[in-house]
Structures are given as structure tokens and as C-alpha cells.
């Protein structure tokens, strides 16, 4: 018996899901003391921040073969 994987419709798309959670945690960030933990948090927000760049970026019209 395998299990059946739970499939949902998003209703934004990855980049803007990636820049919500980006402000959220710059937002939490700015919440915080100095220290490493606050230093995760904004590193959270900058990964995210350049994986939306690279997603624009992959889905980009120049990257599509000729028709």
C-alpha cells in the first residue's frame, strides 16, 4: 500500500511566495537583538530573496527555445 501524496493549487507563484516570506523574515529580523541568531534570519531573507531572482530568471523569455 503506498501512501497518496497531498497535490494543492498554489495561488501565487513561486517568486512572490519567495518576496513574502523574504519581507516576513527581514520584518522578524528587524524584531530581534544583534547576534547570530538575527544574522540566520536575515541570511534566510537574502537566500530567498536571490532564489526568486533565479527563478524570474529560469522562467525568463530569452532562456525559451525558438519556435
Request: hydrophobic share 40%; charged share 35%.
Amino acid at each position: 500500500m503506498s501512501k497518496r501524496r497531498r497535490r494543492f493549487k498554489h495561488t501565487q507563484s513561486l517568486k512572490e511566495r519567495l518576496g513574502v516570506f523574504a519581507r516576513l523574515m527581514r520584518e522578524r529580523a528587524a524584531l530581534m537583538p544583534f547576534g547570530a541568531e538575527k544574522a540566520a534570519t536575515l541570511a534566510k531573507a537574502e537566500q530567498a530573496e536571490r532564489a526568486a531572482n533565479v527563478e524570474g530568471w529560469a522562467n525568463s523569455r530569452e532562456l525559451r527555445p525558438p519556435e
